[in-house]
């Protein structure tokens, strides 16, 4: 979608943000009360559009994608102790 489509109520970088290792997601205060979020995932697919769940605000999350975490490798073989 183009930003025309989008009503953006404000940037916001990543480092202002709260990040939930167990939940993999990206938080930030929304005028409303409720929170911002964007899962890590999202922003690794180069979604940047967090959405609050309470109100139809929405931020563009400005981030570089070298700098976000790694997700975990759902490949990755996991050691079994015999």
Same mark, same amino acid.
């Given at each position: 979608?183009? +930003?025309?489509?989008?009503? &953006?109520? =404000?940037?916001?970088? &990543?480092? =202002?943000?709260?990040?939930?290792? !167990? %939940? #993999?997601?990206?938080?930030?205060?929304?005028?409303?009360? +409720? *929170?911002?979020? @964007? !899962? %890590?995932?999202? %922003? #690794? +697919?180069? #979604?940047? &559009? !967090?959405?609050?769940?309470?109100?139809?605000?929405?931020?563009?999350? @400005?981030?570089?994608? =070298?700098? %976000?975490? *790694?997700?975990? +490798?759902?490949?990755?073989? @996991?050691?079994?102790? !015999?």
């Amino acid at each position: 979608m183009s +930003d025309e489509e989008y009503s &953006i109520y =404000d940037e916001v970088e &990543i480092e =202002d943000m709260t990040y939930d290792p !167990a %939940l #993999q997601t990206y938080s930030y205060p929304c005028p409303c009360g +409720d *929170k911002f979020e @964007i !899962a %890590l995932a999202d %922003l #690794q +697919d180069g #979604q940047d &559009i !967090a959405v609050c769940p309470s109100c139809s605000l929405m931020v563009r999350v @400005i981030f570089e994608l =070298d700098n %976000l975490p *790694k997700a975990p +490798d759902a490949a990755a073989p @996991i050691a079994v102790s !015999a």
